[in-house]
Every structure is written in C-alpha cells, then in structure tokens.
C-alpha cells in the first residue's frame, strides 16, 4: 500500500505472508526490494525486532558482535532469533545500515529482586543467566503517555504482562526465554522445572522437550485442537473450554500479583491480536478485578473501543492497539542520525 502526497510517495506499507511463489526469507526480500526500486522508493536503513540479545540493553546498528549475541541466544528464543537472522542475512543486499532493536530493552528497569532466580550465582553469572522479558516494543508503545500503576497485557499467540510505574517496567511475566508465565497458543508458560526432570529421566530428548515446551504446548496442546483463540471459542469440545479457562485463570492470577507489586492498579491495558480482538476474554478478565473497583462499559468492550471501563469503573481499562513497527522506525531514526 502507497499513500501519496502530491506525485511523490509519502508512506509505504506492506507484508510479506508466505505466497506460493516465496518459500525463504531470501526470496521474500528479494520480492520487497524488486518492489520498492521499479517505484524508485529508497531504503536508507533497516530496522528489525529482535526478541533476545541477551544482556544488550539498547537498540544497536547490527555489526557481527551484535549478531553474534543473536546468534548465541538463538536457543533461547528458538521461534525467533533463527529467522530474523535469516531476515537480516538477506537484507545485506540492501546495503545500508540496519539495527536491531531488543524486545528486552524495555525491561531493562527490572529491580534486581525482580530479574533474579534463586540459582548458584556462580552459574547465573557464567551462564548469564536472569530473568530479561520479552514483547517489551509492544509493552513500551502501549504504555507511553500513561501515568500511574499500569498493567500491559500482550495477549496474542504469544502472551505477557508488564508491571509499570509512571512509564517504568517493574515486573514482567516472560524471563529467561519466551517460555516463562502465561499460557500462549503453543507455548507451556509457568511449569514445575520437575516435570522437565522427569521427563529427562524417561528418556525425552532436548529436542524433544523443546519441541513440546515451543510448539505442542499451550492452548494448542491443552486443546489438542488449535491455537487459535477465536476457533476454540467457537467449539464445543470440553478441552477447548478447559484451554480457554486454563488461559484466563493464569492472566487474572498474575494480574492479581502485579497489583500487589503496583500497590494498587490506575490502568488495564490490552494489546495484541486476543487483547485488541476477542472482547469475551477482556469481559471475564475484568470482572474477576471487581475487588478493585473495576467495571465494564459492556457496549464499548464489545464495540473494540479504546476505553472499555465504565465511568463508575476505578480502574481505566483500555484497549490499543499496538505498533511495533512505530517504535523500531524511531530506533531507526534515531541511531542514523535523527531525532529520537
């Protein structure tokens, strides 16, 4: 899509969603900058989101120590460092600056009670191992401009939360990886480390153990039928309603923990394709915070509309939708030489 003003392009905007005749990452870019040169549309960087850098704490233009951070924390987010080094591979063709910015970085004001495990410090140290969050681009948007004790919740196929205090991150639910916290379409969330223990000693594999934990857990292996929210909403299957309670408990029970991190709640944001979406989720969500004051304006929860609170409500509850793509161009922008 071209927004015009004048003769000349003012805004470009597009995606790139697996077509038959584009099968890898090289090729996809291959598609986007035949596009863009047959509309003489120049590209003077390249911005990309990065789910784990592990300990970098800002968006950085990428060089090969950047990338070699990536690629060392590659099996820690196993369904997103790998392609987006792929990604960025690719896009070498461009030949301009590119940068990669962290979902990490948000959470980079984590009190140091917070991001800790209860582990050897020997091992945590030479292991770097910590809790870093993740989804924190989406988390930032969301939260600019808000004041207060305010709770993000990402709901989409993959689900976090972020505690923040007058636009500071306090607590987040992702840690280590992308696997810790709440239950998401494919991925387990919060499990006892035991079960992995005891599995090992049945015999399952690392790759076996990660393949259930990433792809086969969540909602999709609760369910055994999907991970799509919207279709196990629909059935009729009483696996599908326990995957969809399961989901919602796990959500109200960690907002619950981050009330008491907060000392209380001003703000409930939702974001992200289920918190954007799916006001039936939102409806019991919120009606479980009555204790808190919290009340719907039914109409405007189902309407998808910007604030879903009542006027009675104590708690603003909101509904945004999140622009990760916004928040990379600033990076961007700001690491050529621009403005922030």
């Not at 911005?47 to 592990?54: E, I, N, P, T």
């Not at 972020?162 to 639910?173: E, L, N, P, Q, Y």
């Not at 005891?198 to 790759?207: A, E, V």
């Not at 619950?256 to 039936?280: P, Q």
């Amino acid at each position: 899509m071209i927004d015009r003003i004048g003769d000349k392009p003012a805004f470009v905007q597009g995606e790139v969603e697996k077509p038959v005749d584009i099968n890898t990452h090289e090729e996809g870019i291959k598609f986007i900058k035949k596009y863009l040169e047959e509309r003489n549309l120049l590209i003077e960087a390249i911005g990309h989101r990065v789910v784990h850098g592990l300990d970098i704490s800002e968006s950085k233009v990428i060089d090969e120590k950047v990338l070699e951070k990536i690629r060392i924390a590659a099996p820690l987010a196993p369904l997103h460092n790998p392609p987006q080094l792929a990604v960025i591979k690719a896009c070498e063709s461009f030949m301009v600056p590119q940068i990669a910015v962290f979902d990490t970085s948000f959470h980079q004001t984590l009190p140091e009670a917070a991001y800790t495990y209860a582990l050897p410090r020997e091992i945590m140290e030479k292991y770097s191992i910590r809790r870093y969050g993740f989804h924190g681009i989406s988390h930032m948007y969301v939260s600019l401009n808000e004041s207060g004790r305010v709770i993000s919740c990402h709901l989409g196929n993959g689900v976090s939360l972020a505690a923040i205090r007058d636009g500071k991150c306090v607590d987040t639910s992702m840690g280590f990886t992308p696997l810790e916290g709440l239950v998401m379409g494919s991925r387990s969330g919060d499990l006892d480390p035991g079960i992995l223990l005891f599995l090992m000693s049945k015999g399952f594999t690392y790759q076996e153990l990660d393949d259930m934990l990433n792809r086969r857990s969540g909602l999709l292996g609760l369910s055994g039928e999907s991970n799509d929210i919207r279709e196990l909403i629909k059935s009729e299957r009483k696996e599908a309603k326990l995957a969809i309670d399961v989901f919602v408990y796990r959500l109200i029970k960690y907002i619950g923990a981050y009330v008491s991190v907060l000392g209380g709640l001003d703000t409930l944001i939702f974001t992200g394709g289920i918190g954007e979406n799916e006001w039936r989720i939102r409806k019991r969500v919120v009606e479980a915070l009555s204790y808190l004051g919290a009340k719907l304006n039914e109409e405007d929860n189902i309407l998808n509309r910007e604030i879903i609170s009542s006027r009675e409500s104590r708690v603003l509850v909101k509904v945004k939708k999140t622009n990760e793509e916004l928040m990379i161009a600033r990076e961007v922008y700001r690491l050529i030489g621009g403005s922030p």
